[in-house]
């Protein structure tokens, strides 16, 4: 992948993977309804299994079904004995003295939560003070490079709305043809000063801190994004980039880090 030298080129190819992306996913994703009673072994035979025993109740008819199939049919026939449960008592946000019922007002609240500081002006005056550095060329990113910052991702880790992870990546980015094209990307965006829409789209996820005896308030939950993969890859390597720039050329102060 060369002549990215253009923000409409590095554009188009960013829009490129992504639409590589988007079909892999469209071709592959299933809708699944998770339920207490789901297993692994779970397929459309299952499903058909279950609405012809449904529409029959016909015990003979496990006789046809497969070795998944009987296990189902021993969970259907076992249904008569389960006993209702409650569900566990749960409790609505509040936020000054008033439960949230609706989503409107659950977001009102979560916006008041934690964009408080928006409006806030920050002072970058104080940056005149410091000595400015002599300026250094950039040096190209390495496969090595990538592969180092992509082995320290976490796996287990959620994806953005690309729904590429970081396990899918590490199968993929190691060929010879594919590693190619996406350094030359993340060297172009660099080159050029461009950050493509892609690698900035994210969703924005709330979840319950920690170790918490309650959940009844806003600020017991905490709002993460979740960016698109590609994009965070790149941005892991460009910090861990800097991080050893700055340290070779004298840039941070030696209390900032370790001499060993």
Known sequence: MTGLDSDNKIKAAAHTVAEVFSRAWQHHAKEVVITNGSKSWWD???NAAIKHYHEMHNPADSLIFSLK???LVACVVHQKDM???NLPVCEAIAYNGEPCHNMGSLWDVLHSTYNTVSRWQCDLTILDQLDPSREQDWLLFSQKEMMDTLLACLSQSAPGLDHITWSYLKRTLPIEDVTEKFLAIADACMKVGYWPSHFKESVLVIIPKLGKPTC???KLFRPIALL??????IKKMISMHLQFGCVKHKVFHPNQHSSY
């Open 83 to 85: 006993k209702q449960h």
């Open 216 to 218: 009844l308030t806003p």
């Open 228 to 233: 698109n993969t590609l994009g965070k890859l």
């Open 69 to 71: 199939n009987l296990r």
């Open 44 to 46: 459309d035979k299952c």
